[in-house]
């Protein structure tokens, strides 16, 4: 009887060693295989066999990851201290080597990121911070995708999401902006004011060379003039004017 029991338990262990050597893996998974420590192979996707005890995997995941950097202080090249964070999208695009080259490839990816995004913005001045957001973005990317090629990691965008400044810098940019307003409006008013002082002087150049333009202008005004409530009206004559209206040699008269 004690017979048995041996085995049947034999069985049932043996059964249960055979089931551990059967792993199945998702599409977007991949086992990192190791033989007796040394690396073996990548497996996967689909159904694989992992000789127990001699084997040991390790399963990577290949999906896109959304990193959320934490606020860091940075000071800009201006000396402006601001508070900066951003969202990091990585992949595993080399199991193996985000397995062997390095211990926990997100958390190094996370503290990478973070001194990347400080060492980048503290290039640029406030303006380009605030202003041209997608080329920082794009030389974090470039400079992180470059560092962590090694790991196996692809990092495919950055983005910064908030770029937070204290009150008295808020105050110092809203008088900036008044003071970039402000100079706009003299600007386009002066340019209005140079615009019209040519027109009038090409209007007098055309007066002056036409006598039949600058008659009927002063007929257009005695018409404006007479629509007014004012029952006398005292306006000057040049005798220029009256030269269309009169023979030639009469003026002299």
């Known amino acids: 009887m004690t017979t048995y029991y041996f085995w049947i338990s034999l069985a049932v262990l043996l059964i249960a060693f055979l089931l551990s050597a059967f792993r199945i893996l998702r599409e977007y998974e991949r086992?990192?295989?190791?033989?007796?420590?040394?690396?073996?192979?990548?497996?996967?996707?689909g159904l694989i066999v992992i000789i127990p005890i001699v084997q040991q995997m390790v399963k990577v995941d290949l999906r896109i990851r959304v990193l959320d950097i934490p606020t860091q202080d940075v000071i800009?090249?201006?000396?402006?201290?601001?508070?900066?964070?951003?969202?990091?999208?990585?992949?595993?695009?080399?199991?193996?080597k985000a397995v062997v080259n390095v211990e926990d490839f997100f958390a190094a990816t996370?503290?990478?990121s973070q001194t990347t995004l400080r060492s980048?913005?503290?290039?640029?001045?406030?303006?380009?911070?605030?202003?041209?957001r997608d080329e920082?973005?794009?030389?974090?990317?470039?400079?992180?995708?470059?560092?962590?090629?090694?790991?196996?990691?692809?990092?495919?965008?950055?983005?910064?999401?908030?770029v937070d400044l204290d009150e008295t810098m808020v105050r110092v940019i809203a008088r900036q902006a008044e003071a970039e307003r402000i100079r706009r409006a003299k600007v386009i008013h002066a340019n209005g004011e140079k615009e019209a002082a040519q027109v009038l002087l090409e209007a007098a150049r055309t007066l002056s060379e036409q006598p039949q333009a600058l008659q009927l202008r002063y007929l257009?005004?005695?018409?404006?003039?007479?629509?007014?409530r004012?029952?006398?009206?005292?306006?000057?004559?040049?005798?220029?004017l009256l030269k269309g209206f009169l023979k030639p040699g009469e003026t002299d008269k």
């Open 120 to 132: 980048v913005l503290g290039k640029h001045e406030l303006d380009e911070m605030l202003a041209s």
């Open 76 to 96: 800009s090249r201006d000396n402006v201290s601001v508070k900066v964070n951003a969202v990091l999208y990585f992949r595993v695009i080399d199991a193996q």
């Open 110 to 112: 996370s503290q990478l």
């Open 136 to 162: 920082l973005n794009r030389d974090i990317q470039e400079i992180l995708d470059d560092q962590t090629d090694s790991w196996g990691i692809k990092v495919s965008n950055v983005e910064i999401k908030h």
């Open 220 to 228: 257009q005004t005695l018409t404006e003039v007479a629509n007014d």
């Open 230 to 240: 004012s029952s006398t009206i005292v306006f000057p004559l040049p005798m220029d």
């Open 31 to 45: 086992g990192v295989v190791f033989m007796l420590g040394r690396f073996y192979r990548v497996k996967g996707p």
